[in-house]
């Protein structure tokens, strides 16, 4: 009597599996990011159809979220209980940092969202296919389809956009004022690259007599890039500032938490805000010495991102990465 015997999964066909798993879990939480992202698209809506369009991507995009995880569940992966607040934090952060942009680039965002999701989407489906999932291949045809209808419309309200409108979304008034300050700075930026071109010309014509002029212009071209850029900075930071502000009003903490650290990340925490007092006071030396007392990484990645934004004092930012991998030396051997 011959013994019976279950086949085990080859080497290729467990790969393929485990590659599935890991699309599947990223599909998820940028699924969930696109759910929130429609619902705070709500408040843009110009008609009560496209308000209704919009709950409706956002409801469709949970029953697809939640397709996703009982795909990952009848494969054995441990639930991803982290990715919905993961989804609500990104869908936030996305939107708070795009005020201070045109909603035709807010808009271009959300287009490279959906892009994401549809690339993805084809990917999945080849790689089910080779695993032999076919219930996943199947979701992964729905995703397809959901997702170029969704890039299909994104395409036409931005065309509606260029057009002049009315498109389907409206800017909010930050939106609005970030369009204004965006036009009314090129402004200036195209009077100062036409300002180069001529100057260019003229030591093309008249020799090097004229170099002198095309130096002084292209100064005062990158002096305005400059001063543009501060001024986008200045806003975006003051936005952030204002989200962990609102989040931590309204007891979210872990959206404030979130906010916090991108600040952190960015280097734009205010002083009272550093793990070192007074930091913004202290001279080289004395900041140094500061610093080397530091034992958690966290806080040494925010003094690093600090100084590097503010004073970027070379010896400072040196000694700040030193003790960081100090400590993370320290962690890694412990």
Do not use: C
């Amino acid at each position: 009597m011959a013994n019976s015997t279950t086949a085990l999964p080859t080497a290729p066909e467990t790969a393929a599996t485990d590659t599935v798993v890991g699309q599947l879990r990223t599909l998820e939480q940028l699924t969930r990011t696109e759910a929130q992202i429609a619902r705070l698209r709500l408040g843009q809506a110009r008609t009560d159809a496209v308000r209704r369009e919009l709950e409706q991507n956002g409801t469709n995009a949970d029953r697809r979220a939640q397709r996703i995880e009982r795909a990952l569940r009848n494969l054995d992966a441990v639930p991803d209980v982290v990715t919905p607040a993961i989804g609500r934090v990104l869908a936030l952060v996305k939107t708070t940092l795009e005020q201070m942009q045109a909603i035709d680039e807010a808009l271009i965002g959300d287009l490279a969202l959906e892009h994401q999701l549809l690339d993805r989407a084809r990917y999945l489906r080849v790689l089910a296919r080779r695993a032999g999932l076919d219930s996943v291949e199947r979701l992964a045809d729905d995703l397809i389809d959901a997702h170029t209808a969704t890039v299909e419309w994104l395409t036409t309200v931005l065309a509606e956009e260029a057009l002049g409108g009315p498109a389907a979304l409206t800017p909010t008034r930050l939106q609005r004022l970030a369009g204004g300050v965006a036009h009314a700075v090129a402004l200036p930026t195209r009077f100062a690259v036409e300002q180069v071109n001529r100057a260019v010309n003229t030591v093309y014509r008249t020799g090097e007599g004229a170099k002198e002029t095309v130096e002084d212009v292209a100064e005062t071209a990158a002096r305005i890039g400059s001063d543009t850029r501060e001024v986008a900075t200045a806003g975006r930071d003051a936005t952030l500032q204002q989200a962990e502000r609102v989040a931590r009003r309204e007891g979210s903490d872990t959206v404030a938490g979130a906010v916090h650290d991108t600040r952190a990340d960015l280097g734009t925490l205010a002083a009272s805000e550093l793990p070192i007092k007074h930091y913004e006071e202290m001279t080289a030396p004395n900041a140094i010495a500061a610093i080397r007392e530091l034992t958690d990484p966290d806080h040494l990645r925010v003094m690093i991102a600090f100084e590097e934004s503010h004073k970027n004092r070379s010896g400072v930012v040196d000694a700040a990465q030193a003790r960081y991998a100090a400590v993370a030396k320290d962690r890694s051997d412990s």
